[in-house]
């Protein structure tokens, strides 16, 4: 079966620090990958998705970017944090030829004082 | 993915029958439609998947007329636990590489 593993599953940064959040998908090939930001009471946005390694797409211009090493690894980034990159973020997958069925993995809760 | 329009919240009590319509106008007739479920600090997850007349599981049931035009999300017998945010989708089988975006979602709290 198919598991996605996310960490840290919290992190509390100042200002200015840099972020690295990793996320890793189990028992599938070639999965597209998602990454989320869901601020306090509100939706899912939309930061980057990726449909195979080295390819990035980036939906919201900002400080943060992605990467796909490897097939099943997506890792968000950021030089210097700001404080309005508070927010939980949601790593997803998919693949090709389902529905929008998408699953996604733990969150990561991170906290920018 | 088709764009969706859902209330942006609802109330209802325990023990009720809750209904969530989710309008698509412009579903193609190649998309299916997807309803997720999310509880604070956890990621989505998939509640029910159909394509028309009516799905059934264990959770919920989804009721799509002729036209497609939108579906309804029926949730029977509502308890505290079911208050989350619930989301609609619509989207092609053969899926490519099309973005996965939500919308705001509806916000459904069950009160006792």
């Known amino acids: 079966s198919q598991t996605i593993h996310q960490w840290p599953a919290t992190l509390v940064q100042p200002v200015g620090s840099p972020l690295s959040l990793e996320c890793t998908v189990e028992?599938?090939?070639?999965?597209?990958l998602y990454w989320y930001r869901q601020a306090a009471g509100r939706g899912l946005q939309l930061l980057f998705y990726?449909?195979?390694?080295?390819?990035i797409s980036s939906e919201v211009p900002q400080n943060l970017s992605a990467s796909r090493p490897q097939d099943r690894q997506f890792i968000l980034s950021s030089k210097k944090l700001l404080l309005s990159d508070s927010g939980f973020y949601l790593c997803?997958?998919?693949?090709?030829?389902?529905?929008?069925?998408?699953?996604f993995g733990p969150g990561t809760r991170l906290t920018v004082l | 993915l088709a764009k969706t329009t859902q209330p942006i919240s609802m109330d209802s009590y325990e023990g009720q029958e809750v209904n969530i319509t989710c309008s698509h106008n412009?579903?193609?007739?190649?998309?299916?439609i997807t309803w997720y479920q999310q509880f604070p600090s956890q990621g989505p997850r998939f509640i029910i998947q159909?394509?028309?007349t009516k799905v059934t599981n264990e959770v919920a049931s989804l009721f799509i007329p002729a036209d497609r035009k939108s579906s309804t999300l029926s949730l029977p017998r509502v308890s505290l636990s079911d208050t989350a945010v619930y989301y609609c989708?619509?989207?092609?089988?053969?899926?490519?590489?099309?973005?996965?975006?939500f919308g705001t979602g509806t916000r459904l709290t069950i009160i006792p």
């Open positions: 412009n579903i193609a007739t190649n998309d299916y």
């Open positions: 989708l619509v989207g092609p089988s053969n899926f490519g590489n099309e973005k996965l975006t």
């Open positions: 990726s449909v195979g390694i080295g390819q």
């Open positions: 028992g599938t090939s070639n999965p597209n």
């Open positions: 997803a997958w998919n693949v090709n030829g389902q529905a929008p069925l998408a699953f």
């Open positions: 159909g394509y028309k």
